[in-house]
């Protein structure tokens, strides 16, 4: 069975600091491996997607990478702003479209 | 990508009644999933919502606690049944669409639901 970790679970930095966050998957074969943000009390917005022959994308300040072979995705988020407090979910998508979600990581940035 | 409308987008019951959840995409799609959120939680899936089909439930799920309708591409209602104060949860529900040469995946506002 598939699982999920995100390291750390919880992070707080100031603003124009650079956040990485850590994703972690314990079965290599997936489809794709999809970034997702989530506000308080709110639905998940798509960051980032990443077909599992791809190694990153990026998006503005935002660049996630993807090493199959060790079962791991990192997400970058350069100069960081208030604006992007938020809890960040990884979640690795199988072949028949089911999504396996990590914990999250909830991120503050502090003016 | 696909816009999703959910219906509630709260509301508060008494133990032992029940709720629908309404899901309303603007294309359509085949594959329609709904998810729920426990509080402090992340997100588990609960079935695949199949149209002209009965729903595939997860392990944990039931469909006589969960009743799933599907009627066509755009459209799926979840029912929460019998809810008690453990059902208390965001409950979102999500569509794949390929682009870009891939599946991406992309979710409604969620449901938020108290019971008392």
């Known amino acids: 069975k598939q699982e999920v970790t995100q390291i750390p679970a919880a992070l707080s930095v100031p603003e124009g600091e650079n956040l990485v966050l850590n994703c972690s998957f314990t079965?290599?074969?997936?489809?794709?491996l999809q970034w997702f943000r989530q506000d308080p009390g709110k639905g998940l917005t798509s960051l980032l997607l990443i077909q599992s022959s791809q190694r990153e994308q990026t998006s503005g300040r935002l660049n996630a990478s993807l090493d199959k072979s060790s079962g791991r995705s990192t997400l970058y988020i350069a100069a960081s702003q208030p604006g992007d407090s938020a809890t960040y979910l990884c979640a690795v998508f199988d072949s028949w479209g089911k999504l396996q979600f990590g914990a999250g990581t909830q991120v503050v940035v502090t003016p | 990508s696909a816009v999703i409308s959910q219906k509630p987008s709260r509301d508060i019951c008494q133990r032992g009644t029940s709720l629908t959840i309404q899901c309303q995409v603007d294309s359509q799609v085949t594959m329609m999933f709904w998810y729920r959120q426990q509080p402090g939680q992340s997100l588990t899936l609960i079935a695949t919502?199949?149209?002209?089909?009965?729903?595939?439930?997860e392990s944990g799920f039931v469909i006589d606690k969960f009743p799933i309708s599907r009627p066509n591409l755009t459209f799926s209602t979840l029912t929460v049944s019998n809810m008690s104060p453990e059902d208390s949860s965001i409950y979102l529900c999500?569509?794949?669409?390929?682009?870009?040469?891939?599946?991406?995946?992309?979710f409604g506002p969620g449901t938020r639901l108290t019971v008392l």
């Open positions: 079965d290599s074969a997936i489809y794709n």
């Open positions: 999500s569509v794949v669409e390929f682009e870009s040469s891939t599946d991406t995946q992309y």
């Open positions: 919502a199949n149209q002209g089909s009965e729903a595939t439930y």
